[in-house]
């Protein structure tokens, strides 16, 4: 290693130099730590200390009254796990948050590959297209959504008009209208997930595999989907976690008749005011989230080895 030295300075010995740039090193490492702190003070505030005390409030003892009793029980964890009503609604959480993460990729990946490849002058106007629905309330598309696939609504009754059925689909206060709402709003948030992780794609590899005879459909199945992998992953994941999370949607379209357990934990706190309950139902669905995150992080390492 050549060290600069000013003109007449006397050069630095291999140890004096090996010192000099270990007390940088260190000060660097003081440096960054020191811009990490502000960040650090501001997550541990506003995260890891109200998640401590709602892992401390489930272990405590609700009162019918909405009295809460400090102490240290698992009696909030044994009735979700005992009670087949609460396996119910979180088996119907997962499956929702897996349906329409699976969907919401679906619909959206021609939609983000084409706006990843695209090198038209009006890329910039299509993406903010298809991100625009984010400007919105997800109250206000739930509730959009509600006229839509009413009774009466815009489906129905064009159905109806074109005579393809004869009565009325039942499309709202039930998982089908839950997942259609939630496809929609979710979208935005799969394309541009898709798109950021699209990274590896290479039009070169797709054009080397076609200059070597394969065809379109091989070079899709075998270079360009392999390749779009990660942001296949990284969209469902984020889909999955704001589905099984979310509580407007599956209240309002779901018309009461559809519980998951946003809407359980929304109904213990200012229902019931079982808050040591409605805390355990929350430490179930961060554990769902765990699961989740991680079979992602295994999919991602074997799909990076």
């Known amino acids: ?30 440096a960054y730590l020191a811009l990490l702190i502000p960040g650090l003070l501001g997550l541990l505030v506003s995260f890891v200390f109200p998640l401590a005390y709602m892992v401390r409030m489930s272990f405590n003892r609700g009162a019918p009254d909405g009295v809460i009793e400090e102490t240290f029980t698992f009696d909030t964890y044994i009735q979700p796990l005992t009670d087949p009503y609460y396996w119910k609604v979180t088996l119907d959480t997962f499956q929702m948050g897996v349906t329409v993460g699976v969907l919401c990729v679906l619909v959206s990946y021609p939609v983000a590959l084409f706006l990843a490849r695209s090198q038209s002058k009006y890329r910039s106007l299509l993406l903010a297209i298809a ?12 509730y959009g959504w509600m006229v839509i696939l009413g009774t009466n609504g815009l489906v129905n009754s064009s159905l109806t008009g074109l005579g393809i059925i004869d009565t009325p689909l039942k499309l709202t206060n039930n998982m089908t209208g839950v997942t259609i709402g939630l496809v929609e709003i979710f979208m935005p948030y799969a394309i541009l997930a898709m798109i950021s992780g699209f990274g590896r794609l290479s039009p070169q590899l797709e054009e080397a595999a076609g200059s ?14 392999p390749l779009s992998l990660p942001g296949i992953l ?3 994941l984020l889909v999955f976690v704001l589905s099984i999370s979310t509580f407007i949607t599956p209240r309002l379209l779901g018309g009461g008749s559809v519980q998951v357990l946003a809407t359980e934990i929304y109904d213990q706190t200012t229902g019931l005011l079982n808050w040591p309950f409605a805390a355990a139902l929350s430490v179930i669905l961060l554990v769902l989230f765990g699961l989740i995150i991680a079979v992602y992080q295994r999919l991602t390492r074997k799909i990076g080895g």
Not at 16 to 26: D, F, P, R
Not at 134 to 139: G, I, W
């Open 212 to 225: 070597l005879g394969a065809s379109k459909f091989n070079v899709f199945t075998r270079v360009t989907l």
């Open 131 to 142: 991100i625009a629905p984010l400007l919105t309330s997800a109250v206000v598309r739930t």
């Open 234 to 236: 990284t969209a469902f």
């Open 1 to 30: 290693m050549t060290t600069l030295q000013a003109p007449g300075q006397t050069p630095l010995r291999p140890a004096e130099a090996g010192e000099l740039e270990k007390a940088t090193e260190k000060r660097n490492r003081r």
